[in-house]
């Protein structure tokens, strides 16, 4: 009998656990660690934060789904792995032991690395986790009241550039329906080279679409931009020439602001030489599989890749939904090879593939692959796009409850894409 423990259960981790117990016989035993009791739905964080959703619409309780599967499950949380023993140790002291290990633990956001920055002890909001997006909310709510300047962005180093986009359009959304956005400049500020550069060095007209749609909503932006600190009501930065000196120092005044921070790995990660790169990502074969300690497996944001191309300021490569999927697929059939004795041979689809919410219409891109020249370079806008976006949110919800392993994206996003872009061909 073989033990596979996933460690996390957010969107890589439940979908792990649930296809990692389906590849393998009754016989094995599969664990899921948790530092949470519930499944959070990540990309629902930017309407929760201008409350057009309740916290309790974006969270499924785990222990009923992963028991009707067969699956332990414990919320405990992981306060170290110990790769070279095969073992877990919990926050509560205790340990789990495993034959095969899958880390979907995430990113740890690393709002240390700007002072001032995040809503614990700094000044600027977080739409990262659900718990950051409900702070929001309230605050939101507050500014509406009172409103002022708003800057909203994403700081060096980032590799997740959609959901500032998103935050900035369905705020924008949102003020015009309050009948207060002409009492609100807005200013993106990003560490990309170029607006719609994504960490992806763009992808099919993403530049063009997304400062048109600047434009139309009469968002002001800095791009190249290196903040630097972020003190009650003022956000600092550089703004950078391509060659790296500075072309201009700024200080922008806001009452409510929200920058994407830098990740890293968790801390129960970070350091263990051969599991994670400097900055705490597993590393990861073309297999899932990490070289050093070859039982031990990694799917979504907390696995390591190198950024599309260099940039002025730092800016990281997304790992978006569909690309998870793909990793948590490949690795459950690879787990299920190496038990029954086989080489694993599966290899994740590393496609960016994006659904952008503006809060009534939104944009739409697949790069395939993830680095440029790629033989898919698509990008479209429409209001398709925010009912895609929903009915996404719905599907993933609704198969986390009822502890399905359906891919979302390729059953259902990427047949709506292959759709509109037919109708747009025809
Ligand atoms: C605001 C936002 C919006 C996004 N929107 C989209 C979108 O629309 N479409 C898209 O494709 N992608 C989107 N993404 C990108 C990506 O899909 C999400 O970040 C996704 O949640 C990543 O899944 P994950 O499983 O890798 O990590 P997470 O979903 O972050 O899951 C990690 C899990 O590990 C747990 N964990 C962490 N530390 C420990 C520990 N020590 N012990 C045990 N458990 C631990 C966490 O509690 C969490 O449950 C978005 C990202 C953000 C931040």
Redesign the pocket.
């Known amino acids: 009998m073989a033990h596979v423990v996933v ?8 979908a792990a656990a649930i296809e990692v117990r389906e590849a393998l016989k009754k016989e094995h035993k599969v664990t899921a ?4 009791p519930n ?2 739905f ?5 309407w929760l934060a201008v409350n057009w959703r309740k916290p309790d619409e974006l969270k499924v309780p785990l222990a009923p789904v992963f028991k009707k599967k067969n699956i332990d499950f414990t919320d405990v ?3 170290r792995v110990h790769p070279a023993e095969n073992r877990i140790e919990l ?1 509560d002291g205790e340990s789990i032991s495993y034959d095969y290990l899958v880390i ?5 956001l690393a709002f240390g690395e700007i002072p001032g920055l995040g809503p614990h002890g700094g000044h600027t909001h977080s ?3 659900l718990q950051h ?1 409900e702070i929001a909310s309230k605050a939101w709510e507050e500014f509406c009241e009172n409103p002022g300047p708003i800057v909203i962005g994403a700081s060096p180093a980032v590799s ?1 550039f ?2 500032a986009y ?2 900035a359009m369905i705020i924008v959304s949102d003020l015009r329906k309050r009948g207060i956005r002409h009492k609100v400049p807005m200013t993106f500020v990003t560490s990309e080279p170029y607006i719609g550069h994504l960490g992806l060095g763009g992808v099919g007209d993403t530049k063009g679409l997304l400062e048109s749609a600047f434009r139309d909503r009469d968002v002001k932006w800095i791009t190249n931009a290196k903040t630097t600190s972020v003190e009650p009501g003022v956000l600092k930065c550089q703004e950078l020439n391509d060659d790296g000196s500075v072309k201009k120092e700024h200080e922008l005044p806001f009452k409510f602001a929200m920058m ?1 921070p830098a990740f890293t790995g ?3 990660l970070m350091g263990i030489e051969g599991l994670v790169n400097p900055r705490g990502f597993v590393i990861i074969d073309k297999n899932q599989r990490n070289p050093t300690f070859k039982n031990v497996f990694g ?4 696995v390591a890749i190198p950024p599309a191309e260099p940039t002025p300021v730092a800016t990281g490569m ?7 999927e793909s990793m948590v697929t490949a690795t459950a059939h690879n787990i299920a090879a190496v038990i029954n004795g086989k080489e694993p041979k599966e290899e994740g689809t590393w496609n960016a ?5 503006f809060g009534d219409r939104g944009v739409a891109f697949v790069a395939r692959p993830q680095i440029p020249p790629r033989n898919v370079n698509w990008s479209s806008q429409g209001r398709w796009v925010h009912w895609a ?1 929903v009915a ?1 949110e719905k599907y993933f919800l609704r198969k986390v409850r009822n502890g399905q392993s359906e891919p979302v ?1 390729e059953r259902y996003i990427m047949k709506l894409i292959g759709i509109e872009r037919l109708r747009r061909v025809l």
């Open positions: 460690l996390g259960a957010g969107i890589g981790g439940v660690i948790s530092d949470l499944f959070q990540t990309p629902s964080n930017p949380g992981a306060k926050n979907a633990t995430g990113p740890k739409i990262c986790t997006a997740c959609g959901p998103e935050y994407m968790i801390d129960a799917v979504g944001v907390c997304p790992k978006t939904g569909y690309m998870i593939v994006c659904l952008a919410d976006k996404y994206y």
